[in-house]
């Protein structure tokens, strides 16, 4: 088992305010992806990255994927209350179909 | 289309119980897997399966049992409950050898007192 950290643990922030997650590791991975988890529910996926160096934009979030594909982060602009739950990494390596995952972050965006 | 279905949705069992989480998938996803999610430690993976009739462990197996009779169907099994295992535990597929999303089912809360 790769060891994940994701920061900050918890963050609560105004509405508005943009904020940045990140998930680091020492392990190499082949991909990995990001999930939201709102309360009562399952994680749903939000993006998968898979090249070092990549970075997607979903409307008002921005993932990036480290070079060296060891790290991950997550920037939010703009926050809304939507935004609030608990924010997920899971990378996948080359040597098993296992998923696993970071930690957490759990955000609070108050309105 | 009903994705990951999980039951129950809440069970209480007191210490040395036994029972099994149901889990089912309609997608034909080859890979299923059991999670347990903890205050901080977001989700820990028990057991895991690649097809039916192949089972692996995950980071915390410990007091837990699988099976994969079917491509659809991944049971989870406690022999005999503890409080430790209190938890909330989620179901999970996906595709193998891809980058396809796991989809989870809604959980079950487990109370063991």
């Known amino acids: 088992t790769q060891l994940l950290e994701q920061s900050p643990q918890f963050l609560s922030i105004q509405e508005g305010e943009n904020l940045t997650v990140y998930c680091n590791s020492s392990s190499v991975f082949s991909s990995l992806q990001w999930y939201r988890q709102e309360p009562g529910e399952g994680p749903v996926l939000l993006v998968t990255?898979?090249?070092?160096?990549e970075v997607k934009k979903l409307k008002r979030l921005t993932f990036q994927f480290g070079d060296a594909r060891k790290d991950s982060s997550l920037h939010i602009t703009a926050a809304q209350p939507g935004d609030t739950g608990l924010y997920l990494c899971a990378p996948k390596t080359n040597t098993g179909n296992q998923f696993y995952f970071g930690t957490g972050t759990s955000l609070t965006v108050i309105p | 289309n009903a994705g990951v279905t999980q039951t129950p949705k809440f069970q209480v069992l007191k210490t040395g119980q036994s029972m099994t989480l149901q889990c089912a998938q309609d997608?034909?996803?080859?890979?299923m897997s059991w999670y347990r999610q903890d205050p901080g430690m977001g989700l820990r993976l028990i057991h895991y399966s690649v097809g039916a009739g192949i089972t692996d462990q995950g980071e915390v197996p410990n007091g837990y049992n699988v099976s994969r009779s079917t491509t659809e169907d991944f049971p989870l099994r406690l022999l005999s409950a503890a409080p430790s295992q209190t938890s909330v535990y989620f179901c999970a597929s996906t595709f193998t050898g891809t980058n396809s999303p796991l989809h989870f089912g809604n959980g079950t809360r487990l109370t063991v007192t």
């Open positions: 997608m034909n996803h080859e890979y």
């Open positions: 990255v898979v090249t070092g160096g």
